[in-house]
């Protein structure tokens, strides 16, 4: 029930196209979706993030879709460059804080 | 602001020697901090949970005594890899969390460790 699972593990997308990485949840608790952008031999910088109480949140390029009923988030990044070219983790933590659980991450690759 | 320095960036040790890694929350004060360890294309495994001024709590399957971890301040969260192995190479990721009420955590910028 802690699990949250992330897809595609890899994705290549065109300069100028959308890439769109998908995460599933379990734990009905959760009630803070981030997301993650790692790029090799860094730490995880937060990109965006949602709550549950709004289905939709936009951040320049990036934009989070949220499903509660279905218990899915996406992230959209909108005219996708050569330096989006990173490891995108989705996130998920129960109310009241603790701890973050991961996916699986998604190595996004944006050919010029 | 919410800035967490992590150092150092790259280390390397003697097999069977120990090595101390920092984490510091600069501008402002972190009751709790986290550490992760992360293989090449995985994702971030918790370790443990550092709090101030009590023990750290470690997730199942994590050795404390191996990996020691004192947060004796607001802003210093530090991990001991004791009696380091080739093995125990890994990249060590610490995090922590802002002030109560803002569930933005901040991740350091990471630590290679390399055991020969």
């Known amino acids: 029930q802690q699990q949250v699972k992330q897809s595609p593990q890899s994705l290549i997308v065109q300069k100028g196209g959308i890439s769109i990485i998908n995460c599933a949840y379990e734990?009905?608790?959760?009630?803070?979706f981030p997301w993650y952008q790692q790029f090799p031999g860094k730490g995880p910088a937060l990109l965006i993030a949602?709550?549950?109480?709004?289905s939709e949140k936009k951040e320049g390029r990036f934009t989070i879709s949220f499903n509660k009923s279905a218990k899915q988030f996406s992230l959209h990044i909108m005219d996708s460059q050569p330096g989006d070219s990173a490891t995108y983790f989705c996130a998920a933590m129960g109310n009241q804080g603790g701890k973050l659980i991961f996916g699986q991450g998604t190595e996004l690759s944006v050919k010029p | 602001g919410a800035v967490v320095s992590q150092h150092p960036s790259r280390v390397i040790c003697k097999s069977g020697t120990s090595v101390k890694i920092e984490c510091r929350s600069l501008d402002f004060q972190a009751t709790t901090m986290f550490w992760y360890r992360q293989f090449p294309k995985k994702s971030l495994m918790l370790m443990a949970t550092?709090?101030?001024?009590?023990?750290?709590?470690?997730e199942q399957g994590v050795e404390k005594d191996k990996f020691l971890i004192n947060h004796a301040s607001l802003t210093l969260s530090t991990l001991t890899v004791t009696s380091a192995h080739p093995e125990d190479s890994s990249f060590y990721i610490c995090s922590a969390r802002p002030p109560v009420g803002n569930y933005g955590y901040t991740f350091g910028s990471g630590t290679r460790l390399t055991v020969v």
């Open positions: 550092s709090n101030e001024g009590s023990k750290a709590t470690y």
């Open positions: 949602i709550r549950p109480d709004v």
């Open positions: 734990n009905t608790a959760f009630d803070y």
